[in-house]
């Protein structure tokens, strides 16, 4: 994989390649043309009333300054996951470029103009579309050019809350760290962002030098962007009656690894064993965009740990047992959101300590009470944030009395290096990292029960199981078969080795003859 | 014909008159030259017959019709206006902007371009060359022809013409002012001309109407005034040039 050249891997990729970039041009398209259809009458009537002005100036620009993860996260009661919501936010993201540009260009109207199109004749509407509009268009679009180009790079965004395009490469490519699949996304936007900017430039021009204003010209361009327009409804309208005739079963993941890899076991089994339509949505944000899309039921299936569900969605706070954990958060999901935790599949990623094993052996080291005796010679390396969390130093602190020699924060992927080079002696990895086993480390047993448990399980909304029972069948197999030891090959497999999640998921399948 | 009584306008809630007290009658197919200094409300009484300011006091009759009863917009398009200062449209070909009332009252493609290019002509522009060329294309000169063009678009009974020639060179003006003589020989339209330059009044106008403060001074033929001056104004106005003026009115005749 990794010698491949990069022909051949943007040639392996090229149809996934031309389907997220046609879903950016859709994205970009759409949302392009309702920040116009809402934007341009908007700039016209600050133009006209003044009144207004200030107020609408305002909010268009508070809409600019929140961040956009957040505008995409407060859409998602609204608007759901999707290509709804990330236009909607690209379109709210545009409003203020194109709204300043035609108030801009309604302004820079010669009085000239204004007071001959009166003297002729022109009523208020006529006066708007032949003279004002037409004269302030090149000021209009260089406006739609900024907002074009904020709009191209706010889309691969989108990826978060499932509305495809090329973030999803980006976004995948960030969380496996694999720099090609970034470069994938982030090529191809950047040239769309040229081209168009290329070609509004070239409107722009056109239209200012007033060229454009000659009847044939103006009808080539009103022909061209009907084509793109009617291509783009047909391949909208295509997808949609494509799609209908069959069941959709969506399986979300999120963003790392170990998520991909099992999204990839359940959408390939339930690919195999039925004929749904099963679409994969491997880059939701967050457990709260997830949740809330699953609420919707926007999403079907997905991956989740108990933990997570106990502390972050729940607001729990009291540590139980793993399998009291397990006990509560499914009854909690079933009571209150309607989705069905299927049986634990078997490991659990939870924080932990680790030590090389060659230090384990030279100390006697299982557990993390056996640090003791030796904590003024130890230095941790850990992920930023260790030292004031309560499931970190503090916790460390208060349930183990475990004072460190010194703390390092770092990046995880850092950590592993400094562990094994013997920079730290101690490192806070996550129980199913495919570098432990690799780097030789060894977990240190949390006996007093430090760590929440974080066991995973596949979660399924309650009325996909009702009308269609055989998932929870077809899914059933993989309970308890992946152990801490197997999930961390497979995410080596994935991170080190950069075999691709779709792959290991696939070989784990065939392996346990489950396709 | 267009008749107006007592009328006035003002600004600031009659602080201050800009036309005050102005009687006159603009009769059918005659030209009636407005003729006063920068600032003596010639505009401003143009702007009041075709309603684009509103009266402050008087009346205006177009045929014996109060403008009141009009609708402005339509009054707008019933009566032809040459812009001080030209004010073509920018964006719109030659073409187009000669046509741009034709538009506004929804004729065809092929009528509006038929009749721009009979204007063009009219106006002694070659359609040709200059139909789909843009105004910054243009020359001054072939600009001003442009507007009355435009003016005559719909083939108005009235004309308003405010300082056409204004910013012109005297050769060019030479010409546009026999272009205009001609055209009015030809149409016999009920045209009010603006000019502040005497020369021009005598050359163009019918009658001569003198402003000056927003009052009107006197009215008559060129000779009339020339001869009878009313006031201490009408009389200083001509004294510098009484000869060249005397000398034009009778090459006029
Ligand atoms: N909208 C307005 N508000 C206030 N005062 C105005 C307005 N329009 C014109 N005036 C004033 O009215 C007076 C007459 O203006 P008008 O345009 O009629 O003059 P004019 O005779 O056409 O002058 P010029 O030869 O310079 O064009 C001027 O003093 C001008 O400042
Ligand atoms: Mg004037």
């Known amino acids: 994989m990794s010698d491949m050249s990069l022909i051949h891997y943007v040639a392996a990729h090229s149809v996934e390649l031309l389907e997220k970039t046609y879903q950016q041009c859709y994205l970009v398209g759409f949302s392009m043309l309702f920040a116009i259809v809402i934007g341009v009458p908007f700039g016209i009537g600050i133009a006209y009333f003044k009144r207004i002005r200030g107020p609408v100036l305002w909010f268009a620009n508070i809409l600019q300054t929140i961040p956009s993860l957040a505008l995409l996260t407060f859409l998602l009661p609204v608007f759901g996951i999707g290509a709804k919501p990330a236009i909607t936010a690209l379109a709210l993201y545009a409003l203020l470029p194109i709204i300043r540009s035609t108030y801009t260009g309604i302004q820079s109207v010669p009085e000239a103009s204004l007071n001959a199109a009166r003297g002729l004749g022109f009523t208020r509407w006529q006066r708007m579309w032949l003279v004002e509009l037409p004269l302030a268009l090149p000021i209009i679009i260089s406006g739609v050019r900024i907002a074009t180009a904020i709009s191209v790079g706010i889309a691969t965004l989108a990826a978060f809350i499932g509305a495809g395009g090329l973030g999803d490469f980006i976004n995948q490519g960030l969380a496996l760290n694999n720099m090609r699949l970034v470069m994938l996304g982030a090529i191809p936007a950047a040239i769309m962002a040229l081209v168009l900017d290329f070609m509004l430039g070239y409107i722009e021009k056109k239209l200012s030098m007033r060229r454009v204003a000659k009847p044939t010209r103006r009808r080539n361009i009103i022909m061209i962007m009907t084509c793109v327009l009617l291509i783009a409804f047909a391949g909208f309208a295509y997808s949609h009656w494509f799609t209908k005739h069959k069941t959709r079963i969506v399986v979300a993941t999120k963003q790392f690894t170990e998520q991909f890899i099992i999204g990839q076991m359940i959408s390939q089994l339930l690919a195999a064993k039925t004929n749904f339509d099963v679409v994969e949505k491997p880059n939701l944000g967050t457990t709260a965009i997830i949740t809330q899309a699953m609420k919707r039921g926007e999403v079907d299936i997905y991956p989740e740990y108990t933990g997570t569900a106990y502390l972050l969605v729940l607001h729990k706070k009291k540590i139980l047992t793993p399998k009291a954990t397990y006990d509560f958060v499914k009854k909690a999901y079933a009571q209150r959101y309607g989705i069905q935790w299927l049986k634990p599949l078997g490991f659990d990623n939870t924080q932990a300590l680790a030590v090389r094993q060659a230090f384990a052996n030279a100390y006697q080291l299982k557990t993390i009470s056996n640090l003791l005796p030796i904590e003024s010679q130890l230095v941790i390396g850990a992920p930023p944030g260790f030292i004031g969390r309560p499931d970190g130093y503090i916790g460390l602190k208060r349930v183990y009395h475990l004072h460190f020699g010194a703390v390092r924060e770092m990046y995880p992927s850092i950590i592993y290096k400094a562990i094994v080079h013997k920079k730290v002696n101690v490192a806070m990895v996550y129980t199913t990292d495919g570098r432990i086993t690799a780097d030789h480390l060894l977990v240190l047993k949390d006996n007093k029960h430090l760590f929440p448990p974080y066991d995973a399980a596949i979660l399924v909304r309650k009325a996909t199981l009702k009308a269609h029972p055989q998932i929870a069948k077809i899914l059933a197999p993989l309970a308890g078969l992946i152990t801490n030891k197997i999930m961390q090959t497979m995410n080596y497999d994935v991170d080190i080795k950069k075999q691709s999640p779709a792959y290991v998921a696939k070989e784990f399948l065939k392996q346990h003859h489950l396709i | ?253």
């Open chain 2, 1 to 253: 014909m267009i008749k107006l009584k007592n009328v006035a306008k003002t600004y600031d809630d009659g602080k201050t008159f800009v036309v005050k007290d102005v009687s006159l009658t603009v009769n059918k197919g005659e030209t009636l030259v407005l003729l006063g200094s920068s600032g003596s409300g010639k505009s401003t009484t143009l702007k009041l017959i075709n309603r684009l300011t509103e009266l402050s006091a008087g009346d205006i009759e177009i045929n014996g019709q109060d403008i009141k009863s009009f609708d402005p917009i339509s009054l707008r398009r019933s009566i032809g206006y040459v812009f001080q200062g030209i004010g073509l449209f920018p964006h719109m070909t030659i073409a187009e902007n000669v046509a741009a009332v034709l538009r506004i009252l929804n004729y065809s493609i092929a009528e509006r371009r038929d009749q721009a290019y009979q204007l063009l002509n009219l106006v002694n522009l070659d359609p040709a060359k200059f139909a789909d060329r843009f105004p910054h294309e243009l020359s001054g000169g072939q600009q001003q022809r442009v507007g009355v063009a435009r003016a005559l678009a719909a083939d108005p009974h009235f004309l308003l013409m405010d300082e056409p020639f204004g910013a012109l060179d005297a050769i060019t003006r030479d010409d546009l002012q026999a272009e205009v003589l001609r055209l009015n020989q030809e149409l016999r339209k009920t045209i009010v001309f603006v000019t502040h330059d005497i020369f021009e009044a005598i050359r163009l106008g019918d009658r001569i109407a003198v402003l000056h403060q927003g009052q009107l001074q006197q009215i008559g033929t060129s000779h009339d005034i020339l001869a009878n001056p009313a006031t201490q104004f009408v009389e200083d106005l001509f004294a510098k040039s009484k000869m060249q003026c005397a000398n034009l009115i009778e090459q006029e005749k």
